[in-house]
């Protein structure tokens, strides 16, 4: 067997996205043992575009792992986003409206890479090309992960398997179908989500509502700016050419006054589908699922990322106190404690969703609707703050 590949361990995580590596590290610092295994290679893994905004106990938990110097040195602090629709722009400033908090730009791939430098330099193991096929015995006290490395079949038996193998993943499977419940939602529409090596055109995200459908505009650094387009699901990036991208753009985020779209070289372009979906309950025996496992949001709210984070730092704490005191307490309350946050979160990005995308054939009614409650927020400081409140983050355990 190859030296670094144990045959048991306290908590087996099946994933090596942000969930399963911070989870992994935050283990690691409270003396917990642990395995992560990964389907992908390093490269993939670091290279996969996705989310780009953290909360503020995101950003703590990051910290807290070790995993805060990079972020604190090129993270973007930002204090408020901007709603546009009808040809004008409203900004939401958070600090007033929330007491103090904000959020910071860092993009999820950057968050990979510091977790994994770090878990390689000191651990715990993490194995690349690593898929689990299965897991066996959820429901006794020594479950057993299966899985293939490096071409051979191999088992890891556990005290503890957590699935943060994200929504294909195959731990959910491990629960019988009878006990789990599922809640779900797709959407008639898709983000075409491009990177342009161009200085971002605005200081804080842009979320615009327009007759032609949403768009965004966020950024990566002072040089790279991020930005989606609303477009049909089953659409292939490449019947988009550039210049009809920036066009699109240009029309969606049209706002009187002296604004303008800087362009720039595009370097990046995928489509991807918006889902809500839940798993009741994220744990069965002792199996426990987090992050999209478990969970899946549209991500208008950008709360994807954020979710994932929070579920691990409520589970890494329980696991930590059932090693320091042998109290299970934490643990039997790590479904509901998540799901509460969870179902909160799930109705601010159904919120934000249906609020600033047009369904295929929307009528004048929906619309008149969604251009109320914009001019809600923008007319009123209570619709403001609970926009802003759910934005920068909830707390990480509700209050009951
Ligand atoms: P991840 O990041 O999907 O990581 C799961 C990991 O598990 C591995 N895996 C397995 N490993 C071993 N054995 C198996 N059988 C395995 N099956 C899967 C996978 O290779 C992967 O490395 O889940 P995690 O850690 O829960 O993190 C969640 C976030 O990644 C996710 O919520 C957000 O990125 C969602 N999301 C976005 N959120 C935003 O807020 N803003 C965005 O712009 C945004 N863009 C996105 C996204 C999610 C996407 N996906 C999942 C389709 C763009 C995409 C394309
Ligand atoms: C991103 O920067 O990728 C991003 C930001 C905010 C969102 C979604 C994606 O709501």
Redesign the pocket.
Known sequence: MNRSEPARTTVGI????????LLARLLHRAGVDCVV????DRGY?EQ??????LEQATVDALRASGAGDRLDRKGLVHDGIELRWDRRGHRIDFPSLTGGRRVWVYA?TEVVKDLIALQLHDGPPLLFG????SVSGADTDRPVIH?VHEGRRRSLACDWVVG???????VRRAVPGSELRTFERTYPYSWL?VLADVPPSCDELIYAHSPRGFALHSMRSTTVSRL?LQVPNGTEPSSWSDTRIWEELEARFAVDGDWRLERGPITQK?V??MRSFVTEPMRWGRVLL????AH??P?T????????AADVIVLARALAALHDTGSTALLDAYSDTCLRRVWRAEHFSWFMTTTLHADPGQDGFTTRLQLSQLDRIAASPHAAAELAENYTGLPLVPPS
């Not at 099946?14 to 590596?21: I, K, M, S, Y």
């Open positions: 099946v994933g090596g996205g942000p969930a399963g590596l295994l990964e389907s992908r893994v996969r575009q996705r989310a780009g905004i999820q690593a898929t689990a096929e899985y943060c193998d994200g929504f294909h993943g195959v989500g989606y995928a991807l589908p987090a992050g999209d496992a899946i949001v991500p709210g950008a709360k994807g990322l954020n979710l994932a």
